[in-house]
């Protein structure tokens, strides 16, 4: 089995939140013409990227407790294997209805990956220490929307958008194995009354009446549903509205997100010298940056790419510092009920990208002004709340 302490287990943990990313973004370049393909509207195919982030969410505050009753390991294995069989009956999808129930059972099922993944960098270490770990992962997670782009975009052009689901299916498949034979528990002491309603009651409830958990689970929602305004949007942006071939598409969204991977590196080598609320100050910063210049330059009529690519890259650079800092000041206080936690961070998250990435697919007019309006205005509510939830309270 892999050391607590060990290079493995941390890329074992990046590759299993990678599995969000490539999950989502290597079908983004066949979303047009999967409309053609199934007869249907943009916002209908957009649904697939909506109720992904609704079964993400769902599945994180299930897997919480789970996890913390019957220990890590089981529950992510039944998670895993949710995952690989429902990515295969996306490859096989036969109508747009079938591919959507798809999608929302891929998510269910892979969003074990990072709520135990969370949890298991809690049951190991603390604070800096935990950051690090997440940035690390980070890292290795990071590189997964820098290259499934571009994967994504030569799959689709070599065999059409079914390649690309069933390559994350194989992906799926070998992690599976791998934790299967090499992941130990990590959570020993396993609370036996963690699914009863009560006690998740009394956990939420708790939680939820902390200024200090809410604080940094807020801003990390808002900087997270920036990235799903972007993904949502950019492939009919790039496409429709710039007139991105397809294959180009991936270059240019790997480019956005490789302010992700740069981020995360930095993080992961400064956060112990600097701390965790200063470099959290400094992602929100560049979340303001990022999003506010997009913003400014779709309503100034700039109609060119790189007011998209440029923006995001600096938007990018602020989630890869602000995830990491923010679920790591979030879940170092409560290490009896870090499953909880994770998932409740989830599912601020994923449930409030779910209901942008909708707006931004209802508003789309033929611009890229809905996608960066959404962006320009989650980075200023994470710096909102920044101010007034987490800054305040260590004053």
Same mark, same amino acid.
């Given at each position: 089995?892999?050391?607590?302490?060990?290079?493995?287990?941390?890329?074992?943990?990046?590759?299993?939140?990678?599995?969000?990313?490539?999950?989502?973004?290597?079908?983004?370049?066949?979303?047009?013409?999967?409309?053609?393909?199934?007869?249907?509207?943009?916002?209908?195919?957009?649904?697939?990227?909506?109720?992904?982030?609704?079964?993400?969410?769902?599945?994180?505050?299930?897997?919480?407790?789970?996890?913390?009753?019957?220990?890590?390991?089981?529950?992510?294995?039944?998670?895993?294997?949710?995952?690989?069989?429902?990515?295969?009956?996306?490859?096989?999808?036969?109508?747009?209805?079938?591919?959507?129930?798809?999608?929302?059972?891929?998510?269910?099922?892979?969003?074990?990956?990072?709520?135990?993944?969370?949890?298991?960098?809690?049951?190991?270490?603390?604070?800096?220490?935990?950051?690090?770990?997440?940035?690390?992962?980070?890292?290795?997670?990071?590189?997964?929307?820098?290259?499934?782009?571009?994967?994504?975009?030569?799959?689709?052009?070599?065999?059409?958008?079914?390649?690309?689901?069933?390559?994350?299916?194989?992906?799926?498949?070998?992690?599976?194995?791998?934790?299967?034979?090499?992941?130990?528990?990590?959570?020993?002491?396993?609370?036996?009354?963690?699914?009863?309603?009560?006690?998740?009651?009394?956990?939420?409830?708790?939680?939820?009446? @902390?200024?200090?958990? /809410?604080?940094?689970?807020?801003?990390? $929602?808002?900087? #997270?549903?920036?990235?799903? *305004? &972007?993904?949502? =949007?950019?492939?009919?942006?790039?496409?429709?509205?710039?007139?991105?071939?397809?294959?180009?598409?991936?270059?240019?969204?790997?480019?956005?997100?490789?302010?992700?991977?740069?981020?995360?590196?930095?993080?992961?080598?400064?956060?112990?010298?600097?701390?965790?609320?200063?470099?959290?100050?400094?992602?929100?910063?560049?979340?303001?940056?990022?999003?506010?210049?997009?913003?400014?330059?779709?309503?100034?009529?700039?109609?060119?790419?790189?007011?998209?690519?440029?923006?995001?890259?600096?938007?990018?650079?602020?989630?890869?510092?602000?995830?990491?800092?923010?679920?790591?000041?979030?879940?170092?206080?409560?290490?009896?009920?870090?499953?909880?936690?994770? @998932?409740?961070?989830? /599912?601020?998250?994923?449930?409030?990208? $779910?209901?942008? #990435?909708?707006?931004?697919? *209802? &508003?789309?007019? =033929?611009?890229?002004?809905?996608?960066?309006?959404?962006?320009?205005?989650?980075?200023?509510?994470?710096?909102?709340?920044?101010?007034?939830?987490?800054?305040?309270?260590?004053?």
């Amino acid at each position: 089995m892999l050391r607590p302490d060990s290079l493995a287990l941390t890329v074992l943990l990046g590759a299993l939140a990678a599995l969000g990313p490539l999950s989502m973004d290597t079908y983004l370049v066949s979303l047009p013409t999967m409309t053609e393909a199934f007869g249907s509207s943009v916002a209908r195919v957009q649904l697939t990227l909506s109720v992904f982030m609704v079964g993400f969410a769902l599945g994180m505050f299930i897997y919480g407790p789970l996890s913390d009753r019957f220990g890590r390991r089981p529950v992510l294995l039944a998670g895993l294997v949710v995952y690989v069989a429902a990515s295969a009956v996306a490859a096989t999808a036969v109508s747009i209805d079938v591919l959507i129930v798809a999608r929302f059972f891929q998510a269910v099922g892979l969003c074990s990956g990072p709520v135990v993944g969370r949890a298991v960098v809690r049951d190991l270490y603390v604070r800096e220490r935990a950051a690090k770990v997440l940035s690390y992962m980070a890292v290795v997670a990071g590189l997964a929307p820098v290259v499934a782009p571009v994967i994504g975009s030569y799959l689709h052009v070599a065999f059409g958008w079914r390649a690309n689901f069933a390559m994350v299916t194989v992906y799926g498949a070998i992690v599976l194995a791998i934790v299967a034979t090499r992941f130990g528990e990590t959570h020993l002491a396993v609370d036996p009354g963690a699914l009863g309603l009560r006690r998740i009651a009394g956990n939420t409830a708790t939680l939820l009446g @902390s200024r200090h958990f /809410l604080g940094y689970a807020t801003v990390t $929602a808002f900087t #997270g549903s920036g990235l799903f *305004a &972007f993904i949502s =949007g950019s492939p009919f942006v790039f496409q429709q509205v710039f007139g991105v071939h397809p294959q180009d598409f991936g270059w240019l969204f790997a480019f956005c997100m490789a302010g992700y991977l740069v981020g995360s590196v930095f993080g992961g080598r400064v956060v112990a010298r600097v701390g965790i609320d200063r470099l959290l100050l400094v992602g929100v910063l560049c979340g303001v940056l990022g999003g506010g210049s997009m913003a400014l330059l779709a309503w100034a009529d700039v109609h060119h790419v790189a007011a998209i690519m440029l923006p995001m890259f600096v938007f990018m650079l602020a989630f890869a510092l602000v995830l990491p800092q923010a679920v790591a000041a979030a879940l170092t206080p409560v290490p009896h009920i870090a499953g909880t936690a994770s @998932s409740l961070i989830g /599912l601020f998250q994923y449930g409030l990208s $779910a209901i942008v #990435g909708m707006l931004v697919a *209802a &508003f789309f007019d =033929g611009t890229q002004r809905p996608m960066a309006s959404a962006i320009g205005a989650v980075g200023l509510l994470a710096a909102l709340a920044y101010v007034t939830l987490v800054r305040r309270q260590r004053i």
